[in-house]
């Protein structure tokens, strides 16, 4: 089945660094983009970030945009986000999720930019 | 940047009867929207895109409306699998997607 499955949070000091990964299986990684997406403790749910299906773009929220950095290894069907330059308020719960628009050719259908599948998310901590 | 106004905040309703929740954007994002429910501990889920559109495998109770700046979802005849968290998001002018703040639907 379509399975996500983020890996990576953990305690960390203020300025500190941190790499979450995203395991995709049960589809073909390499045909779809992907975000993260984070909720912070007693917070609704914000978007962070989003890669396209090839890595050849991506884009951040204001609040993290020159700190984070999304990427993507198509051929371990894997998604990263490295976060740098960690403040409290980035104490969240991470997700990693699918795009619905399939991409293939340079073409993508079927719509996009919202998520069909989530994982579970991945706790990141940033405290002294 | 368009925000997404969810209402209301909480909502009581009771087993069976019908919940109505509602999300405002600040600009119109044509029928660029999504519906996604979350409970604590799990992911969250894709119910309803392109503003009535129902995902897959979501049961037909779940219904959404709406376009330009006013959406509604809809559920009829509450389940208890129905209690949970509900978002709102807009993909129509971004960066950034941005999210409602959420409706908590809560047993009456």
């Known amino acids: 089945q379509v399975q996500l499955v983020e890996s990576g949070g953990g305690v960390v000091q203020p300025g500190g660094s941190l790499r979450l990964s995203c395991a995709a299986s049960g589809f073909t990684f390499s045909n779809y983009g992907m975000h993260w997406v984070r909720q912070a403790p007693g917070k609704g749910l914000e978007w962070v970030s989003f890669i396209r299906y090839d890595g050849s773009d991506n884009y951040y929220a204001d609040s993290v945009k020159d700190r984070f950095t999304i990427s993507r290894d198509n051929s371990k069907n894997t998604l990263y986000l490295q976060m740098n330059s960690l403040r409290a308020e980035d104490t969240a719960l991470y997700y990693c999720?699918?795009?619905?628009?399939?991409?293939?050719?340079?073409?993508?259908?079927?719509?996009?930019?919202?998520?069909?599948?989530w994982g579970k998310g991945t706790t990141v901590t940033v405290s002294s | 940047e368009i925000v997404m106004t969810q209402s209301p905040a909480t909502l009581s309703v009771s087993p069976g009867e019908r919940a109505t929740l509602s999300c405002r954007a600040s600009q119109s994002v044509s029928s660029n929207l999504a519906w996604y429910q979350h409970k604590p501990g799990q992911a969250p889920r894709l119910l309803i895109y392109?503003?009535?559109t129902r995902a897959t495998g979501i049961p037909a109770r779940f219904s959404g409306s709406g376009s330009a700046t006013e959406f509604t979802l809809s559920i009829s005849s509450l389940q208890s699998e129905d209690f949970a968290v509900y978002y709102c998001q807009q993909y129509n002018n971004w960066p950034p997607i941005t999210f409602g703040q959420g409706t908590r639907l809560q047993i009456k």
């Open positions: 392109g503003a009535s």
């Open positions: 999720a699918k795009d619905k628009g399939f991409c293939t050719g340079g073409m993508c259908i079927g719509g996009a930019y919202y998520m069909d599948v």
